[in-house]
């Protein structure tokens, strides 16, 4: 493709990160798309581009591929539309909502095999990350056996006002195991290995927690999920998490050695086996540093997470110009997100095992081809659970109105921000 790869933005608060690093990347950004006016308008304002109010009216426009950033839980329907409209697609997280989702999903980019779809999820492209991929792919590390990662991002109830706008947002309503790519991503590409099955605990919702218990949200605040990996591996995740800290953390542990680094100064700590160890008066050999981009790839840091809201669109474009497979393709995709709703299906019931399914092979499609189990109190399913595993909790009143004046003092700015 020689000409200048053409996108529309679909969703006008998190599209407008992923939009500039599509910008870095020497792509345009030729439309933007938002239900919300004012938002729509702010967002066009900022990206010197002209704004449609209706999805399909996007799709009807002059462009090459759709950066598809709206509610959380409804990215698969938007990523569909776009492949039929012959569209290329770079999603958000999470890929998919329901198992049913995932088949569907799956099955339009296959049937669309000129087309992009790229799982923008970046958290694999923190500096750090790319460096422990880069040491586990030298071989010397040996095979892996054992990872964690955290994503821990507790939210005030003054924050939850802006980023959980209406009381039915779904930050308000999503369980506490959905919200997981941030954390199991990186140990997948890393790794290279997938999910098989999980097992899921989660913490119940916690009244006496103002950010929790004293704000509109009906869920839960954090959750534990253990993956069985393809290779035998186990991994232990922390998905969006409500504890008292904030950060991620990332850990590989294999046959001879280990590395891992946390929010605390960012560096990789490397422990090293080279040798057969009888007994343990041998210590391991330990070093720790910071990682660092080529020159020619800092630009990426003047971006959201950490860099990798400029990577996800340099692959996105990559994929598009080459037509190579995607580096975080549909199957990746729905591995990692399908997590989070068989890691809930665990938890309530009794933390037993559920199975994530490799979509890749179309023998294990039809078994989930119409399961459309899902949490949100406006999509009606067959065995609908609770969004708390503590069943239907109801906001004080107390709540809702302080809920509704921040609500209201973030919706002011934007108009503020919209009318200047």
């Keep these: 493709m020689s000409k200048k790869i053409r996108l529309g933005v679909f969703g006008c608060r998190r599209g407008i990160s992923l939009a500039n690093g599509a910008l870095s990347n020497g792509m345009e950004i030729a439309f933007v798309c938002d239900r919300d006016e004012i938002r729509a308008k702010n967002a066009s304002k900022k990206l010197g581009c002209p704004y449609v109010l209706e999805y399909e009216k996007l799709l009807e426009q002059d462009i090459d591929g759709v950066i ?3 509610y959380a839980t409804e990215h698969a ?14 999603s958000e997280c999470m890929a998919c909502f329901t198992l049913q989702e995932a088949v569907e999903l799956v099955e339009a980019v296959e049937a669309a095999p000129n087309l992009v779809y790229f799982f923008a999820e970046n958290y694999p492209f923190f500096v750090q990350n790319i460096e422990m991929k880069r040491l586990f792919e030298s071989g010397s590390f040996g095979k892996f056996t054992y990872g964690e990662g955290e994503y821990v991002h507790p939210i005030s109830r003054d924050e939850m006002g802006e980023l959980g706008e209406t009381v039915g947002h779904w930050r308000n309503w999503l369980p506490a195991t959905y919200y997981c790519t941030h954390s199991i991503a990186p140990v997948m590409m890393i790794t290279g290995t997938r999910p098989v099955a999980v097992n899921a605990i989660i913490v119940p919702h916690d009244f006496d927690d103002l950010s929790i218990g004293g704000s509109v949200r009906v869920n839960d605040g954090t959750s534990v999920i253990l993956c069985k990996m393809d ?16 950060g991620q953390r990332y850990r590989i542990c294999c046959a001879k050695g280990s590395m891992e680094w946390n929010q605390g100064d960012g560096q990789i700590r490397i422990s090293r086996w080279d040798h057969d160890f009888p007994g343990m008066e041998d210590k391991p050999k330990s070093k720790k540093y910071a990682a660092e981009l080529p020159d020619d790839l800092k630009e990426a840091l003047k971006h959201g997470h950490g860099g990798g809201d400029f990577f996800v669109n340099y692959w996105f474009k990559h994929a598009i110009v080459t037509g190579e497979k995607p580096l975080i393709d549909v199957y990746k995709g729905v591995d990692m997100s399908m997590i989070g709703i068989q890691g809930y299906r665990s938890a309530l019931n009794n933390s037993n095992t559920f199975e994530i399914p490799d979509l890749r092979i179309k023998a294990n499609r039809d078994k989930y081809r119409n399961d459309n189990w899902n949490p949100d109190p406006e999509k009606p399913c067959d065995n609908k659970p609770m969004p708390s595993v503590i069943g239907k909790i109801k906001p004080s009143q107390e709540a809702l109105d302080y809920h509704a004046k921040k609500s209201a ?4 700015r934007e108009i503020d921000a919209a009318n200047a």
Aim: hydrophobic share 50%; glycine share 6%; charged share 20%.
């Design 409 to 412: 003092e973030y919706r002011q």
């Design 68 to 70: 598809v950033a709206n």
């Design 77 to 90: 329907f938007a990523a569909k539309l776009a492949l039929a409209a012959g569209k290329h697609v770079l």
């Design 231 to 246: 290779n035998g591996a186990a991994v232990k995740i922390l998905p969006w998490s409500s504890v008292r800290d904030h």
